[in-house]
């Protein structure tokens, strides 16, 4: 299938089966359901979680261990990482496709991005914006690198494949009816649970 940016050419071919071997291991998924544990503790009756950009779906591993009913989807654009997730979580309903092709035909409780907006090409931005708010009928999770100003950073040799920005900012001046519920740091050198250095935001639709 022809894409329609770079950026999803480079995650769906080798770069992104890579990123696969990288980034595996219980520490990882201890340091998820720690995270995942602080943002759901502003929220309420998540019954149903979307990730958009799931990988191998150690996000939805460490979401089931605190939330065992909720349902839960994902859409992915590697077909090896996909792969892998459906053998963790095989009860995951997994689309494999790019986020700028899907096309929700239900809506979530909860809605997230985990280090995924920073991939997405910046003129296609608003597009995924637009999907996350259509999709969320409560809460959105933006947990990316943030930056006050956008800004493109080199990523492991490689330009035009990240960018930094106020994802959260901008969707909350985008759509009124998003209203900020919590935020916070994760850090790199948390001696218990570290992650890469991200700001998260937790948004309702009110």
């Keep these: 299938m022809t894409r329609t940016?770079?950026?999803?050419?480079?995650?769906?071919?080798?770069f992104g089966n890579d990123y696969v071997d990288r980034?595996?291991?219980?520490?990882l998924v201890a340091s998820k359901t720690a995270f995942f544990s602080k943002v759901l503790a502003r929220a309420h009756s998540v019954n149903s979680v979307l990730e958009l950009?799931?990988?191998i779906g150690l996000n939805l591993v460490a979401l089931r261990h605190l939330l065992p009913a909720a349902q839960l989807?994902?859409?992915e654009i590697n077909q090896k990482a996909a792969s892998e997730l459906k053998s963790k979580l095989?009860?995951?309903?997994?689309h494999v496709k790019s986020i700028l092709e899907f096309q929700p035909e239900a809506t979530w409780d909860l809605v997230f991005t985990k280090g995924v907006l920073i991939h997405i090409n910046p003129d296609k931005l608003q597009t995924v914006y637009e999907l996350i708010h259509r999709a969320s009928s409560r809460y959105v999770l933006v947990s990316e690198y943030y930056n006050p100003?956008?800004?493109e950073i080199t990523y492991r040799g490689h330009t035009g494949k990240l960018f930094k920005r106020d994802f959260a900012g901008e969707m909350l001046d985008k759509f009124p009816d998003l209203h900020l519920v919590d935020y916070g740091f994760v850090y790199h050198r948390d001696p218990h649970f570290p992650q890469d250095d991200s700001t998260w935001f937790l948004l309702e639709k009110r």
Aim: hydrophobic share 20%; no cysteine; proline share 7%.
């Design 5 to 14: 940016t770079e950026q999803e050419t480079f995650w769906e071919g080798d």
């Design 23 to 27: 980034n595996q291991g219980s520490q």
């Design 90 to 94: 095989p009860d995951v309903n997994l």
């Design 149 to 151: 100003k956008p800004t």
């Design 73 to 75: 989807s994902a859409v």
């Design 53 to 55: 950009g799931s990988n």
